[in-house]
């Protein structure tokens, strides 16, 4: 039986990834002015006696404070939502569509009406079953068997609430102006930086004016430390040859029989591979393995039917960001004895993705995390679990999920 029979692969309707960088800097703004961080919910299901899908992002301290609703613990999800801090390949992304690269697609329910007793207030999932795989049915109906669903045409799913399943998130034209200032004095500062800069285009745009560079002061308003490349569009590497050409998914990382590849953060927060040519024995398996240089390569499928989901286990349910359905295919998977690779907080709050045994486990890959996850070396654990005959489901970005199928088919 070929290995890729046992994997299911899982995608987000993604809206892009963010810095790493700037999200550990927000952590740090964060302590600066609370203390010592516990945990972060960026969407958490209760605030002040209210329950939903929306509300507010959520900080637990080490000495048992929490912060909730306040304009500090508000600013990452604006800088996020306001495309202030994404990877440059996430504004020319092929699968921001309904063509998608998973067995199924997870994401947030905008912009339909959910009915039979489906309260979208709460929190629910859509759910899209790209592949009519017979194990990738199973799963889905062992899904809808533990939830209350509706179903619908999946194209209703891409309308105006849910952009990104029609095309890539515009650049904001203060993203260099944020990441510089993050980069140069903290996350505080870029982000107000930012805001001012944006308010006084809009004002320029309302009166009917060009935002001309003079009128904001000579930009860039924060200019890049010396050496840095922050601005810079090329990289100085045989793999990729500008930052558009690549994911950062890490992909060439793990496939490299040598070890001779090795990602590194540009001044930006991004990571991007970088090759020690004294180990590398040019066998082109990075090349083959990116997900972005071949494209065209990467196999997409599109669903039929668009599900409406949210599951009935109340306590789980609380602690997702929409309708639980990460947590019913995880724990089907589970059951049958497979193992689940999701993303979760690891050491200092920072997303990483984690290989999942144990129910326990894969509760701490529910719940959003806005930062791009590093994925380590799962794609090679995942790997040696098919060998071994397990079943795998992999969740994560498209591009992830591409890079996961690209590696098992060069690896094997």
């Avoid at 605030?47 to 404070?65: I, M, Q, V, Y």
């Amino acid at each position: 039986m070929p290995l890729e029979d046992n994997l299911i692969t899982c995608d987000l309707v993604c809206s892009g990834v963010a810095s790493p960088m700037a999200w550990r800097s927000y952590l740090r703004y964060l302590e600066r002015h609370y203390g010592e961080l516990e945990t972060y919910e960026h969407r958490p299901k209760s605030f002040g006696g209210k329950h939903g899908s929306r509300l507010p992002e959520r900080a637990r301290f080490k000495d048992g404070t929490m912060a909730q609703g306040a304009a500090r613990t508000k600013t990452w999800s604006k800088a996020y939502v306001g495309r202030w801090s994404l990877r440059p390949t996430c504004h020319d992304c092929p699968f921001h569509s309904m063509e998608r690269p998973a067995d199924i697609t997870i994401g947030d329910f905008w912009g339909l009406s959910a009915l039979g007793g489906v309260n979208e207030d709460e929190g629910v999932t859509l759910v899209l079953q790209n592949s009519r795989r017979a194990e990738v049915s199973r799963l889905v109906e062992a899904l809808l068997s533990v939830s209350r669903w509706q179903e619908y045409p999946a194209n209703a799913a891409c309308n105006p609430s849910q952009p990104r399943l029609a095309s890539s998130p515009e650049p904001n034209k203060v993203r260099g102006i944020f990441l510089r200032g993050v980069a140069r004095a903290g996350f505080g500062t870029g982000f107000y930086l930012a805001l001012a800069v944006a308010g006084v285009r809009r004002m320029l745009r309302q009166n009917g004016k060009n935002a001309d560079p003079a009128l904001l002061g000579k930009e860039p308003v924060m200019p890049p430390a010396a050496g840095s490349d922050s601005g810079a569009k090329r990289l100085q590497n045989r793999l990729v040859a500008t930052k558009g050409d690549c994911y950062g998914c890490g992909a060439c990382v793990n496939v490299c029989p040598k070890g001779a590849i090795r990602m590194r953060e540009d001044a930006e927060g991004f990571a991007y591979p970088v090759i020690d040519d004294d180990a590398c024995v040019s066998c082109g398996l990075c090349n083959k393995a990116c997900p972005r240089s071949h494209g065209g390569d990467i196999p997409v499928e599109r669903a039929s039917v668009a599900y409406a989901v949210q599951i009935e286990d109340r306590e789980r349910f609380s602690k997702s960001s929409s309708g639980g359905a990460f947590w019913g295919l995880a724990s089907r998977v589970l059951l049958d004895g497979g193992v689940v690779y999701g993303v979760a907080f690891g050491d200092g709050n920072v997303p990483v993705h984690v290989r999942c045994s144990t129910a326990s486990q894969a509760m701490r890959c529910m719940g959003s995390k806005y930062a791009q996850s590093d994925v380590g070396e799962c794609y090679g654990s995942v790997l040696q679990d098919l060998r071994a005959g397990r079943k795998v489901l992999f969740t994560g970005t498209p591009c992830q999920v591409a890079a996961l199928e690209r590696y098992v088919e060069q690896a094997t």
